[in-house]
């Protein structure tokens, strides 16, 4: 029984550092994207605007909240809770020092989160009974199924390799050589993909504001719009962690590991800044005639590699 407390305080804390890392990685953002635009972005509240996050908090969950007559309104209340909840979950695949709880099937745990949240955006945008939202729920199936193909296919390489689904033995392999130094088109291909998984530039049609007027969550404000926004931003850094595991594979989370991290979430806010919007039909032919096809190839090459070496071994 005490071990499940401890258990249990521990993933609570972890939790609750997450979310003030979101918090602050949302001001993070918000500097870097003014910087690129030259400009200077928050800088007014505290030293170097450090306390803008707490305002914006405040101001969102003071907002007054208005509701339509036309809503489905216990899944248009639920889903953006569930979403959040979600994003939270995922991170017991995370290997600690001291681990909360070591899932051996963790890879396939990660994707049915990737595709349970799918559900989520839908009826965010159904239950809001706008056509904005619906078209862009509709977008957001279309775009992640396409993008978790190739999310999938890139995990299953590594399990080949790795022989486990544990993102432990991840990290142990690694121990004497990373991932990247032999697999660099796949740390590309699995930062784009990501890129659309999370729906962010240039792949954010979901909320493609200049057709959709936000996209699924134009209904949605005040505390319920904090829930999808904090969501959003804790699988963004999810997936900061993830590139650095799969890739670089530190083993345990030291500074070095840390600051890889926060590498890949500024190159996120980067390509965010720079790159102008895909077309729909360009980010479609992008997963399916480029990626897949390049995929599978890799995969029969490790496959092969693999099955030389297990016959000279013999």
Not at 5 to 33: D, H, P, Q, W
Not at 42 to 66: R, T, W
Not at 98 to 120: A, K, R
């Amino acid at each position: 029984m005490m071990s499940f407390i401890l258990m249990l305080m521990s993933y609570l804390v972890m939790l609750i550092n997450v979310l003030i890392g979101v918090a602050f990685l949302t001001l993070y953002e918000r500097k870097i994207l003014g910087y690129v635009q030259a400009r200077k972005g928050p800088n007014k509240m505290g030293f170097l605007g450090i306390l803008q996050p707490f305002n914006d908090a405040i101001k969102l969950f003071s907002k007054e909240y208005i509701l339509s007559y036309n809503f489905n309104y216990y899944i248009y209340m639920i889903s953006p809770l569930f979403m959040l909840l979600l994003s939270l979950f995922i991170w017991v695949l995370v290997p600690l020092m001291v681990n909360i709880w070591e899932m051996s099937m963790g890879v396939l745990f990660l994707l049915s989160l990737l595709s349970i949240s799918v559900y989520f955006v839908m009826y965010s945008g159904w239950a809001s009974n706008s056509i904005y939202s619906l078209l862009g729920s509709l977008r957001s199936i279309a775009q992640t199924i396409s993008y978790e193909v190739s999310l999938a296919l890139i995990l299953v390489i590594f399990i080949f390799l790795v022989d486990s689904f544990n993102f432990y033995d991840m990290m142990i392999y690694q121990l004497n050589l990373s991932f990247l130094f032999y697999m660099v088109p796949l740390f590309f291909m699995f930062l784009v993909s990501s890129l659309a998984e999370l729906n962010r530039s240039p792949f954010d049609f979901v909320e493609g504001e200049s057709e959709l007027v936000s996209g699924f969550n134009i209904e949605y404000a005040s505390g319920v719009f904090a829930f999808l926004f904090l969501a959003e931003y804790s699988m963004i850094l999810f997936f900061s962690m993830m590139l650095m595991l799969m890739f670089w594979g530190f083993m345990w989370f030291n500074m070095l590991s840390y600051f890889f991290i926060m590498m890949f979430f500024s190159l996120i806010i980067l390509i965010r800044g720079t790159y102008p919007r895909f077309r729909y039909d360009m980010l479609m032919s992008l997963a399916w005639k480029k990626f897949l096809p390049f995929i599978l190839t890799y995969l029969i090459f490790i496959l092969g590699v693999k099955f030389l070496i297990y016959m000279i071994i013999i």
